[in-house]
């Protein structure tokens, strides 16, 4: 079976762009997560859904950043506008209902100039 | 306070040595510790979870939980040039749900 896919795996953008990232989860999980990595600040949960639905945004920075899972097999996660500072790897991860084990997609290395 | 810490390292171990990670988390009432491993520009992968006090055993790898200390530990045996990453603390925090929080992580590396 295939992983979690993400897509576009590299994306170099200017200042004040909209940047769009895409997840696709492994069939049959439920919970999807959005995962921000910097050497500064480690690895960080944005967002996480269960069945499709938005359970903890806490970890959103601001309101440039907003993400939604439309049905079971796809998730974006919008940054609108770009800033240098978002500079990060961006993970999409997926479990399934009661399993502890998280499946990290390969990550979108985002570069904002 | 940070809520998961790690030390960044690089902790340098010799093949076939015991490397020993640590990690301390700040909410006392955390449930569960999960130990992922990260090699440079790739995704975590998951090595091992652990709940209850003691130790928990899995191929070379033994993970360590001390709640009266708040302390988790991941020991590698017989190390090799293969583990060189970087090893990566998570916990989830008390209340419920699939949230994780992790650590900064701790860079080891297995020299020859």
């Known amino acids: 079976d295939a992983g979690v896919i993400q897509s576009p795996r590299h994306e170099v953008t200017e200042m004040g762009q909209e940047v769009t990232l895409r997840c696709k989860p492994i069939s049959g999980h439920n919970s999807l997560f959005w995962y921000r990595q910097t050497m500064m600040r480690g690895l960080e949960l944005l967002i996480y859904?269960?069945?499709?639905?938005?359970?903890?945004d806490s970890g959103m920075p601001e309101d440039r950043f907003s993400a939604k899972m439309p049905n079971a097999s796809f998730s974006t996660l919008k940054i609108q506008p770009s800033e240098p500072r978002d500079s990060a790897v961006y993970f999409c991860a997926s479990s399934s209902s009661g399993a502890e084990t998280q499946y990290f997609g390969p990550g979108t290395r985002l570069l904002v100039l | 306070q940070k809520e998961v810490e790690q030390n960044s390292g690089p902790l340098s171990v010799p093949e076939g040595a015991i490397a020993s990670l640590n990690c301390t988390y700040s909410?006392?009432?955390?449930?569960?510790f999960f130990w992922y491993r990260q090699y440079s520009g790739k995704s975590p992968e998951l090595i091992m979870f652990i709940y209850s006090n003691g130790d928990k055993e899995d191929g070379r790898f033994t993970a360590q939980l001390n709640k009266a200390s708040q302390y988790v530990s991941l020991l590698i045996r017989d190390s090799q040039p293969s583990d060189s990453a970087t090893y990566l603390c998570a916990v989830k925090p008390p209340g419920g749900g699939n949230k994780l929080t992790f650590g900064t992580g701790t860079q080891l590396k297995v020299e020859l």
């Open positions: 859904f269960n069945n499709n639905v938005p359970i903890d």
């Open positions: 909410d006392r009432g955390s449930q569960s």
